[in-house]
């Protein structure tokens, strides 16, 4: 139930298809946001919409592909899909994908098609896992085919290690997994940044080799309001397991401790205080109590 806007329209969630043929489908060139909509005191606000506009179309720029519609458009879809589906609460997904009007990888008369869906998601990880952290598996799967050219991007082939990763952790028993870029050093999770506490000091990998996360981008600015060191540098695996404390960020995931990495416990084995912190700055800032 419900509309999703595609390529200008609002249509019924139903008849958003797309061809069997779709050239995104088959070679996995396209591009895609993960948005929230919160409920703040003046009803429904879409959290930093203008950043994720924004790197979605520096998506579609290193992808090659012309956006169809402007940065302001985008944004009013995001809007209208939001309030046409009466939500509070939401997620978004645009996403821009080559059609079905040819196909090959030399096909120079491919349409980008953009679409944008929302739909209620109200949390990602437990309120449990919120508080008490959870268990995090380092994978096999890398970020390597990410590194340097395509980290920049929000792009659909890169979610290839990602599920790979993410399954592998779930199936030995951890909730999420932590990917290692190219030379073994910490990347990212599945589908967030990574940050950890060590000596009373914020480290988050510099962006080599992971996404330049929207919610990180908002914890370094807290961290600072708070006055705690930031450095964004290489981070090994080991330091993560001697930490005092390690989270995840992301729009989905939002302020996720980590409690274990490997078998190890991580600090305190619990969200530690900084985390706590941090976490709590986030979900006031997402509920419109701190100026955006
Ligand atoms: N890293 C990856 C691979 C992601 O898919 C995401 C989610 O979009 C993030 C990090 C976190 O980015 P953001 O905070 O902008 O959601």
Request: hydrophobic fraction near 40%; glycine fraction near 8%.
């Amino acid at each position: 139930d419900g509309l999703i806007w595609l390529d200008g329209e609002m249509v019924p969630w139903r008849e958003a298809k797309t061809h069997v043929l779709t050239h995104t489908l088959h070679y996995g060139l396209g591009c895609f946001e993960g948005v929230r909509a919160y409920n703040t005191a003046n009803g429904p606000a879409i959290f930093r919409l203008k950043e994720h506009t924004d790197r979605l179309f520096r998506s579609a720029h290193i992808l090659n592909m012309k956006m169809p519609f402007n940065k302001d458009e985008i944004n009013e879809a995001q809007r209208a899909a939001v309030r046409e589906n009466n939500l509070d609460e939401a997620y978004l997904r645009p996403m821009a994908f080559l059609g079905s009007e040819g196909m090959g990888l030399r096909a120079d008369n491919l349409k980008v098609h953009v679409m944008v869906a929302a739909w209620s998601w109200p949390s990602y990880m437990s309120p449990e896992a919120k508080e008490q952290g959870i268990k995090v598996r380092t994978s096999s799967y890398t970020r390597h085919h990410v590194n340097i050219t395509m980290c920049k991007a929000k792009a659909n082939g890169n979610y290839i290690n990602s599920m790979l990763a993410l399954n592998e952790a779930i199936s030995g028993g951890a909730e999420e997994a932590l990917l290692l870029d190219n030379e073994g050093y910490v990347a990212e999770g599945s589908g967030e940044n990574i940050f950890i506490v060590r000596d009373g000091v914020l480290h988050t990998p510099e962006l080599t080799s992971c996404l330049e996360g929207i919610t990180r981008a908002t914890i370094i600015d807290f961290a600072r309001e708070l006055g705690l060191e930031v450095k964004e540098r290489r981070i090994t695996r080991d330091e993560v397991y001697i930490a005092e404390e390690a989270f995840f960020t992301g729009t989905a995931a939002e302020v996720l401790p980590i409690r274990e990495l490997d078998g190890r416990q991580i600090g305190e084995g619990k969200r530690g205080p900084v985390t706590e912190k941090l976490q709590s700055m986030y979900f006031d800032a997402v509920k419109g109590k701190l100026a955006d």
